[in-house]
């Protein structure tokens, strides 16, 4: 079970978007940033492999290069950032690309765990040109990912993917994306 329902979190984003109060999410890489975030009044927390890269003194764009396994790392930065979350919904940055990955269980283990949602990260979004045509063209493709999204959607997961343009936006909108 999620620490936090998708029903419950959507209720109160929307009713934070009629009083136009800002909804601020945040990734986190360490179970220290993660208290201070909470600390600070975040409203959502996001663990990703870019976290850890950050922590070790490494760029965000190391987390699209296959220096490691996004979707493991992301599961064991949960044990270090889950346990010390108490009021902050978490989401995992998961890799809807890997070919490796068994998403119905995956997502199944994360709500499992006590996350509340997801985000499409790394994505092939944030690459263009030759190497997106040949990414996309090889199966590794943004379709994944909002496949992805409309799976976690169907397991009542929070979604808020990450989209590059109005295509990407129109097809996670479709997918049921609740935050874009």
Do not use: H, W
Not at 121 to 144: C, H, K, W
Request: hydrophobic fraction near 40%; aromatic fraction near 8%.
């Amino acid at each position: 079970m999620p620490r936090f329902d998708r029903k419950t979190l959507m209720e109160k984003f929307q009713d934070m978007k009629r009083r136009r109060v800002p909804i601020v999410g945040g990734g986190a890489g360490t179970g220290l940033s993660a208290k201070c975030e909470e600390e600070g009044g975040i409203d959502l927390i996001v663990i990703y492999n870019s976290g850890r890269y950050r922590m070790a003194g490494r760029g965000s764009l190391s987390g699209i290069l296959a220096y490691g396994n996004a979707n493991d790392i992301v599961m064991e930065m949960a044990r270090e950032v889950l346990p010390v979350t108490k009021r902050t919904p978490v989401l995992a940055g998961v890799n809807g690309t890997d070919p490796f990955c068994i998403f119905d269980k995956f997502l199944d283990d994360l709500k499992a765990l006590g996350f509340s949602g997801i985000q499409n990260f790394p994505t092939v979004g944030l690459i263009d040109g030759i190497l997106r045509a040949n990414l996309e063209e090889t199966g590794m493709s943004y379709g994944q990912e909002v496949d992805l999204i409309r799976l976690a959607r169907s397991k009542d997961m929070l979604t808020t993917p990450y989209v590059f343009n109005a295509g990407e936006a129109e097809a996670m909108a479709k997918a049921g994306a609740d935050i874009i």
